[in-house]
């Protein structure tokens, strides 16, 4: 999850670099004025690219969010007023997770929520212990958990103890965690109306534009009832370019391993009749390129954008990370822990619909920690637990997730949702 400002090769739901296009143009910016016309007309725009023809109707240029992988997002209130509780599956589904793999599965009764993860939906060696997955299990939960106190419900929350291990041949899926509901007054929250709005951002920031005080504040308050994870919070430029040079080496030894790039590969959807199909995975439209370069993106096969992706700038992804004022890394006792990767979940979810609701934007760069994953699925000595150790300064805590936040220069859009019925067993 090769370092250019859009790396097909890093690509979680909730990290993902940017294929490096020109600023803002005119033609950037009347682009939406033309999508009406030629919608109107019913012109079709065609690239020719690799020797093959793209129309741009057949590839969604013209359709952004819409479609049946979309509709998650505009009915997620749905069974908000009959009392049934897969109201709180509909926010659940709404979670970040790595790749957009959605990794969740819910057993519901009227009384509680038995929350299972789907090993098998997993990106392979860049998750070999599938630590990520279930850091996506524990925003699942977050989410289901703030609808449910917003839609009348008192929930206590298990989680199933265990340690993580390699991925099996045929892995079942697994309970991670158990919700039990009680009838009781609603009450609404910020991050729950967020839900809704919370998009991982992954276009540049704008670096001059910081961050207020007292939403750092607010970052640092977010763990207050979870005393086993620990935020750590960085704005000073030498420590943010000392987590960029760590996170940028990560990610270009990582995909230097062909089997990182297979089980990434299998998560990137560029067909629009894919992503209307399939539901899950990276999309041209969440990539955050401008318009116009999200319009070529559609019409060019994978291949091409590898291409494009190899030609960026070496330093890229560093630069694009140094664009955000701020980085955090969260950390709890056991990386390898199964409740502590679900409590890190929890939080990152919670951290980003909180900047969601003060209109900040943010994404995962998460290559330091997926490198700690990789040597030590290797048996290489741990490199870059020992760099993140440094970082934090604490040995008590073991860094887990990585962050940036900050203004974004495009507005982030929404990736395609898997519906209730494919996820309720």
Not at 145 to 165: F, I, K
């Amino acid at each position: 999850m090769a370092a250019s400002q859009y790396n097909l090769q890093h690509r979680q739901e909730y990290s993902c670099g940017a294929l490096r296009f020109p600023e803002t143009s005119a033609s950037d910016r009347c682009f939406m004025q033309r999508r009406s016309f030629l919608k109107g007309t019913g012109a079709v725009i065609v690239a020719v690219a690799g020797g093959g023809v793209w129309r741009a109707y057949d590839q969604g240029v013209f359709s952004v969010g819409e479609g049946p992988a979309y509709e998650p997002w505009k009915d997620w209130r749905k069974d908000s007023n009959d009392g049934s509780p897969l109201v709180l599956v509909r926010a659940a589904i709404l979670a970040a997770s790595p790749h957009n793999t959605q990794p969740w599965l819910f057993k519901v009764t009227n009384s509680s929520i038995e929350l299972y993860i789907d090993t098998q939906r997993n990106v392979g060696a860049l998750d070999p212990y599938l630590r990520e997955e279930h850091i996506g299990m524990g925003c699942a939960l977050e989410n289901l958990m703030l609808a449910a106190t917003a839609n009348g419900y008192a929930a206590t929350v298990s989680l199933v103890p265990g340690e993580l291990g390699p991925i099996s041949a045929d892995p079942p899926p697994k309970l991670v965690a158990r919700v039990d509901l009680a009838r009781s007054n609603r009450q609404q929250s910020d991050l729950y109306d967020a839900i809704p709005r919370r998009h991982t951002n992954r276009s540049a920031y704008l670096p001059q534009k910081a961050i207020p005080p007292e939403f750092i504040d607010s970052l640092h308050r977010l763990t207050s009832d979870e005393p086993d994870v620990k935020i750590f919070l960085f704005t000073a430029e030498a420590d943010r370019k000392r987590i960029a040079e760590i996170s940028s080496a990560a990610n270009s030894e990582l995909y230097s391993d062909p089997a990182v790039t297979r089980g990434s590969d299998r998560w990137i959807h560029t067909n629009w009749s894919a992503i209307q199909k399939h539901r899950d995975g990276l999309t041209p439209d969440a990539f955050g390129a401008p318009p116009i370069a999200t319009a070529m993106i559609k019409m060019m096969p994978v291949r091409m954008l590898k291409w494009a992706a190899s030609r960026g700038p070496k330093d890229g992804y560093s630069r694009l990370m140094l664009s955000a004022p701020l980085i955090g890394i969260l950390a709890v006792p056991d990386r390898y822990g199964q409740p502590d990767c679900l409590r890190a979940g929890r939080i990152w979810q919670r951290a980003h619909l909180l900047a969601t609701a003060r209109g900040v934007a943010g994404r995962p760069c998460n290559e330091a920690v997926e490198m700690i994953d990789h040597e030590k699925s290797l048996g290489e000595p741990p490199k870059r637990a020992g760099l993140l150790a440094e970082i934090i300064g604490d040995t008590k805590w073991q860094p887990t997730f990585v962050f940036y936040m900050g203004y974004s220069k495009w507005t982030a859009r929404a990736s395609p949702r898997r519906p209730v019925k494919d996820v309720v067993v």
